[in-house]
Each structure stands twice: as C-alpha cells, then as structure tokens.
C-alpha cells in the first residue's frame, strides 16, 4: 500500500485540476484504484488501515490500494473536498470516481471492490 503525495498522485491517478490542469477526470492507472483520505489522529482511519492492508494484499495486481495523509498533503485533500475522514475514493478503470465516507467493514470493501470497481475477489 502506497502512500501518496500530490506529485505522486497527479503521476499515477490523475492530474485533473491541479496547477492550470485540465480539470476534467482523466485516470491514469493500469489498475483500479481506491484512495484512502485520512490522518494518524483519526480513530475510524485507524480501524480501516489494518482491512484496507489485508485487502492490498488479497487484491495484489487486481487494483492498487494508496493512502492520502490530509494533514501532510492538504492541497491534495481540499481538492476533494474532504470535511470528514476517513474518506474512501473508489477509481474505476472506465468512468467517474466515487467517494464514501466512514469506516467501512472488510466485506463492505469487498462488495464495493466488485459492484464499483468491477474487480472480484479470488476464490
């Protein structure tokens, strides 16, 4: 799992706005992707680390799971808006990111993984 800084988002996700950008939605990964916006303050962000961990691993080279540090990378978390934390961004491949907020539980993961992602779990 990968922690991201705004040069490193704008390099593996998208650049959609930042610097004189274009502002349009543009991925740029290979893999799905969910984006965990959070702070080492947050106890909810502190019960989604260990799931989202064991799910970067289970999903290896199926999607790729980053973390968003909002108070280190405030201009990053501001361009989405982020009020609440931990806010869970959910890129598919084709189409328009999704954003949830909250401490989701390891099958909720799951099933959102599989209905907005389109990536299903190994059996």
């Known amino acids: 799992m ?10 593996k996700v998208c ?5 004189g950008g274009e502002a349009k939605w543009k991925f740029k990964g290979e893999l799905p992707a969910v984006i965990d916006f959070y ?5 909810p962000c502190k019960m989604v680390a260990p799931i989202l961990d064991q799910l970067s691993k289970e999903y ?8 968003v540090n909002t108070e280190t990378e405030r201009e990053l978390a ?13 890129v598919p491949k084709e189409g328009e990111p999704q954003m949830l907020q909250g401490a989701l539980p390891k ?3 799951k099933r959102l993984f599989r209905d907005v ?3 299903e779990e190994k059996v």
């Open 2 to 11: 990968e922690h991201l800084t705004l040069n490193s988002f704008k390099e």
């Open 15 to 19: 650049e959609c706005g930042f610097g």
């Open 39 to 43: 702070a080492d303050w947050c106890g």
């Open 60 to 67: 290896e080279g199926r999607l790729d799971i980053y973390k």
């Open 78 to 90: 501001g361009a989405f808006g982020i009020t609440s934390i931990p806010s869970i961004l959910f």
């Open 107 to 109: 099958n909720e993961f």
């Open 117 to 119: 992602l389109g990536v």
